[in-house]
Nanobody
Framework: QVHLVESGGGLVQAGGSLRLSCAAS????????MGWYRQAPGKQRELVAG???????NYEDSVKGRFTISRDIAKNTVWLQMNSLKPEDTAVYYC????????WGQGTQVTVSS
C-alpha cells in the first residue's frame, strides 16, 4: 500500500502564496499521472491540477495562471505552488494518482482570509 503525505498548508491572506508538498512512500510518480485535489466544506472533492507521466500539466479553470504543479520523481515528491490565493481556494488539499488508486492521506488545510 502506498502512503501519501501532504504538507505545507496554513492560514494566509488573500493574495498570498503557499507551496504544498506531497511525499509518496513508493516510487509511483514515474508510473502514474498525479493530481492535486481539494475539498471545501460542503463540497465534493475536485481535481485542481494534474501532471502526466510525461510531465504535461493541466489545471482547473479557476486556478489557471495561479497554481503550478511540479514533481521530482527521484524524491517521490509532487508540489503545488499556489500564488494569488483567494478566499475561495480555502479547502483541504490532497494528492493522489489520476485516477485515484490509493487511499487518501490526511490532506493539508489551506485557509485564505479576505
Amino acid at each position: 500500500q502506498v502512503h501519501l503525505v501532504e504538507s505545507g498548508g496554513g492560514l494566509v491572506q488573500a493574495g498570498g502564496s503557499l507551496r504544498l508538498s506531497c511525499a509518496a512512500s513508493s516510487s509511483i510518480f514515474s508510473i502514474y499521472a498525479m493530481g492535486w485535489y481539494r475539498q471545501a466544506p460542503g463540497k465534493q472533492r475536485e481535481l485542481v491540477a494534474g501532471i502526466t507521466r510525461g510531465g504535461s500539466t493541466n489545471y482547473e479553470d479557476s486556478v489557471k495562471g495561479r497554481f503550478t504543479i511540479s514533481r521530482d520523481i527521484a524524491k517521490n515528491t509532487v508540489w503545488l505552488q499556489m500564488n494569488s490565493l483567494k478566499p475561495e481556494d480555502t479547502a483541504v488539499y490532497y494528492c493522489n494518482t489520476r485516477p485515484e488508486l490509493y487511499s487518501w492521506g490526511q490532506g493539508t488545510q489551506v485557509t485564505v482570509s479576505s
